[in-house]
């Protein structure tokens, strides 16, 4: 063979080889953490994370193909939500899902580079989580479900359905909501124009939730608020008989509710709570920035009426109320 020959010849097989090789080679496997703030084997647990990955199916994602996943579930616990955030950055994700803002907390102690989506969180602007819900900037960004007055809502929800109500104390774990002072101001300046005063009930497990309530009870005129936050799903059936065993009407998430809580006014998702950050991890593993794309609000919320536990509560839910209601449980 000629060397001229040779040479076009080696020159078009090294042409040709890259895209050879490129059609062979299985497409690269991407990462995504997921820090819960939930145990494993609770109940919304079970539903949403299986619509979390078909959601992301719908969009080409297809564990054991081109995506891996790998979750960790801080129970509502502290201590491992730092555990398990420094675990997950460890593996050098593509990108994190975070559930709550305990877990935002922990992973921005680990990193300020990967990019994080929330799904949902509480204030992400109050909390200092994002710059601002047009342009988040920094590495997260992500799902909004509650802001600070929406607890003004809370409180004169609770009023309409139970006048009797004039003292209201706030149920809350400072360590999993650190946005605690945001809300308690919102209830706090809302409670007077009902007539209400506020007591706030830190606790911190069950035997502190039956003693806050028990306290509660003490006097008439005794309601609930129970923060929306992780600790209060988790431990919701001893807060749930605990009201119900002093005679005190409860509004907080639809969880409790469901449990026997009397009512809850909350954001209208079901088990889509964390299938909605799909779209977003899809177009951040695509090469899209987080600093880029809005912070998104709810666009409705879903009151939630316990007419069985309004009646042993010797309540009369008004019927304007119970006209709004998307949902009565009797």
Not at 74 to 102: M, Q, R
Not at 108 to 126: E, H, K, L, Y
Not at 243 to 262: D, V
Not at 270 to 284: F, H, N, S, V
Request: no cysteine; charged share 15%; hydrophobic share 45%.
């Amino acid at each position: 063979m000629r060397r001229r020959e040779f040479m076009t010849f080696a020159g078009g097989a090294a042409a040709a080889l890259p895209m050879t090789v490129l059609a062979q080679q299985p497409e690269r496997v991407r990462r995504v953490g997921v820090l819960m703030s939930l145990p494993e084997n609770h109940p919304d647990i079970q539903a949403r994370v299986p619509a979390f990955v078909q959601a992301l199916g719908r969009l080409g994602w297809v564990e054991g193909k081109n995506i891996r996943i790998d979750y960790r579930f801080a129970a509502s616990d502290p201590t491992l939500f730092e555990t398990y955030a420094a675990e997950l950055v460890g593996l050098a994700p593509d990108v994190i899902l975070a559930t709550s803002s305990s877990a935002i907390a922990a992973l921005r102690q680990q990193t300020r580079t990967i990019p994080i989506v929330f799904s949902p969180v509480a204030d992400p602007v109050g909390q200092g989580f994002v710059q601002s819900l047009a342009r988040p900037g920094g590495n997260l960004t992500g799902f909004t479900n509650y802001d600070a007055e929406l607890m003004g809502k809370w409180v004169q929800l609770l009023k309409e359905v139970a006048p009797s109500v004039t003292r209201v104390a706030v149920i809350f774990n400072p360590d999993t909501a650190p946005y605690a002072p945001l809300f308690n101001r919102a209830i706090e300046a809302a409670a007077p124009s009902f007539g209400i005063t506020v007591t706030l009930a830190p606790v911190h497990d069950d035997a502190g939730i039956e003693a806050a309530i028990a306290a509660q009870a003490r006097e008439p005129g005794g309601g609930l608020i129970n923060f929306p936050e992780s600790f209060s799903v988790t431990h919701r059936d001893v807060i749930v008989a605990a009201a119900l065993l002093h005679g005190l009407p409860q509004i907080g998430q639809p969880q409790l509710t469901r449990a026997g809580g009397l009512m809850s006014y909350d954001l209208h998702i079901g088990d889509a709570y964390y299938a909605q950050a799909a779209p977003y991890i899809d177009r951040i593993l695509k090469g899209a920035s987080p600093a880029d794309l809005p912070v998104q609000q709810p666009v409705k919320y879903s009151l939630i009426i316990n007419l069985k536990t309004a009646k042993a509560l010797g309540l009369t839910v008004p019927q304007s109320i119970l006209q709004r209601a998307d949902e009565v449980i009797e």
